[in-house]
Structure formats: structure tokens, C-alpha cells
């Protein structure tokens, strides 16, 4: 890596302000910028890295751990080290590519045949995009888990889940807040799967650009101006949780003026919320009873740093599902999400979670229910219509989307597509059903059962199904109704519905 040729004049007119000096070190020997990683998104720090780069855009920029930053400006030695090995280089290649790509995960399937097959995850898809022998796969694996994460073992194991957080300097220049590696054995070899963290916390995403309808919207604005209860997301791997609980958490600070103090406990941190007082979980992740221990320890001290709202970023346990209920039946609004098929199948997952069945009819304690999916959204340059598809559709591909799609505005995928799009899809949006339950709803889901309370909630003003959701979507021409019968079937209230079919005369 070569040192960009920069005048002596140009580094001498750069001044570090007093009040962030100890944030960041301007190296003038051998230029380099380096930041706090900690300190990385503030607004004072962002503005000098813009007046730097601005002035002389090509001096190397550098994320590194305050401590060294601290070593820098006093002189002393540190481990940085700024040049990379061959495998290292190549790491962060696919990681950029990842990036620019928009993939949310690399997966490395290292063993089979003596190959290793290079897979992004793009729209929800598995793409291939490269394949290597295993002796490079294997060397790329150990060279992050040993010498880019933060947090790495002494050794690289192939014979054992291993996890790590990629190091913020090895992520330079891709907009990403962080990068998480895990991976796991197989019958051939192992499995390894980077997740990408986007960085959108100078402009994070808005309900409505995530994909909500205006009702829906509606409905989690009164949630989050309550002042206590539970709102629980519910939805599975990749389903854009976590996106939505970071939006939520940024709305409920903005509807507040910032004066209210949130509190978020995150294993890990997925991206930075403005104002908020962001709890990791600090061990070593790969002991689990380490992890476990810190998470519950964080947990029962919660109240003590005066919380207004609390994050926490999943009920993974019976302890942190009960911590949730007890901080919100203790006067806090309490954000969270866990694993279930629909938003009162929430209720159902919380028993097994061993929350007492008493609690979960109380409308007071939980204030919002909300299941969520992410649907591909078709690039609206190439997609086909009707008229071009229909005869490639199986039978009961063409009768189900005929019986419960506007034929004349459905539109499809165009697997080859075009130059705006990635393979004929445009990006990736929530379909969601979201209920604030109310007394006659918990009424009937404690006495009738599920069906009932939600044919119940079916019937009331602003309610929308995940089905209906979807299907506006369809009929918008937004989505492909084969990819939407994927997360959601497109009879799927039909199915579910208590009432007696009306019958012609």
C-alpha cells in the first residue's frame, strides 16, 4: 500500500480543534487521518473529515480504537498496522463488492468437491459470484477470524461454530457500520457467513421508505407515544427487524424532542441511533454462558441509568422476555423483537417463553403486535405484464393468481433485466400486519383462541393483513405474485377466515 504524495504546506495549514483532538491523530510524517471508532458518527468529527478530505482528498483514512488514538497523540507505539496481506486484500475486495452490490451477507461454502463456492446474498436471493479452491477458502476464513475481528482466538478452528466483528478499518469507504463473521462446520468442510451492516445512521430510513402503508404507520406512531408497554416485532432471519426497530427507536426520540432518554441493549450494535444511550454486549462471543451472563447482568440493571424506553434487541431466553414485561408493567415503553409466524403467534411464543398466560390478555402491557416479511419490488423498466407471461405459468400458478389478482395490472419479473436493476428486481420492502390490541381483542384470543381475535381484528377500522398487504402491492404492479405466494399465500385470508363463505342465490 503506497503513502499518497502530499505537501508539507497543505498538512501544516490543518488545525485539530481542541475539543476533539483527543478523537482523533493527523499523522504528517507519513500521512494518514485517524478517527475514534467510537467517535466516528458524531457530527464534529464527520465535519472535519469532510474539511480534510475536501482540502487533500487523497490522504488515507483510518477507524481505530480510541486507546490508539490516545498512543498516537502522546507518541507512543501502537499495533496498527496499515499495510494488508494478499489474503487480506482480497477479504476486503469482496467485502466492497458486497457492498456496492447492496448484498446483505457473504457466504463462503468451503469443502465440497474440494471447492469453495462465493455466494452474495442480494434482494433475499443467494448469488454466485465466485468460486475458489478450499485451500483459498479455508486461508480467506482464518485470515478474518484471526487477524480481522475485533475480538479473534488464538486459533482457527474448522471443527467448531466460530464467530468474530470484522474490524471498522478493514470496512474503510463501503458505508457500512460493521460486518459480523460466523461460521459453522459441515458434512464437506465449514460454512462461513459474513452479515454487512449498513451505515445509514446519518439518514436512517423512514416507516414509509421501509415499505408501511399510511395505517400502518398510524398505528406505530400511537404505539411509540405510549407511555408504557411492549411492542414486539416478530418476523424470521432477514426479515428486516432489526431495520424497523432502529427506525422506531429514531422516531420515538424525534417525536420527543430528544428529551427523553432511550436506552438499547444490542448484541451487536446494528447501526447507531442518534440520541440514544446504546448498551453492547461486551464478551468474548464465542462462550455462550459468557454472553448469556453479560446480556442477563445488563438486563437487571436496567433501570438504574433512569431509562424513559428501553431497547432490547431480542427476547432470546426466558430471562430477557420476562425483563421486558416486568421493565414495561414498571412505567417504560419497552422495543423489541423475537421469532414468530404472525403478530399474535407473538403471544403464544412469550408462553414458551415462560411469561405467565395472565399477562398476555392485558392490552395496557402489550401495545402493539407486528409481523413483518421483506417481498422483492420489481424494477418497474423491465417487468412484464400479463398478456407476456401467463402462458408460462403452471396451472395453478395462473388459476390462484387469476382468482385473486387484477390481471390487467399484475406485472412480473424479468429474470434477464436491464440496466437499472439487478436481475429484474429493484430492491426489497416490508409487508407487514401490525395490531394494537384492545380489551374485545384480548377477550376473544384468551377465551376463543387465535382465529377468533383476529377475525375479530380483521373487522376493525385500519386493520391490514399481511394478505392485503401483499396484494396491493400485486395490483400496484409493484410485486411479482409469484415471489409474494413465497412469504405470503395469496388466499391466505380465505384460509384463515372464521365466517361462513356468503353463498350465491
Known sequence: MTTPH?????????????????QVHLRRDEPALFIADNYRHTAHIQALVRDITGRLPDIPLRVVGLDEIHALNKGMPT?????MTPPQLRVVALFRQAAERKASDIHLAIGEDGLTLVRFRIHGELVKVDSMSREEG????????LSMCDVAESQFNSSRPQDGRIKAECLQGMKLFGARYSHTPTVYGIHAVMRLIKDDSDNPPSLAELGFLPEQREALEEMITTPEGVVIISGPTGSGKSATLRTLANMYLALHHYCKNLVTYEDPPEGRIIGAVQCPIIADKNKPDEVLRVWRQLLSNALRIDPDAILVQEMRDAFSANACVTNAMTGHLVLSTTHANDPINILERLVTLDVRPELLADPQLFIGLISQRLVQVLCPHCCQDWDAVQDTLLPKERAMIAAHCDTGRVRFRH???????DAGVAGRQVVAEIIRPDARFMQRYRREGKLAARTYWLQQPGSISRNRHVLKLINEGCVDPRAAQSICPLDEDQRLSTEEPAHEH
Open 138 to 145: 479455508e486461508q480467506l476464513a482464518s485470515t478474518i477470524m
Open 79 to 83: 499495533d496498527i498496522r496499515l499495510e
Open 6 to 22: 502530499l505537501s508539507p504546506d497543505a498538512l501544516a495549514d490543518i488545525v485539530i480543534p481542541e475539543g476533539i483532538a483527543t
Open 415 to 421: 429474470a434477464s433485466g436491464c440496466e437499472h436493476c
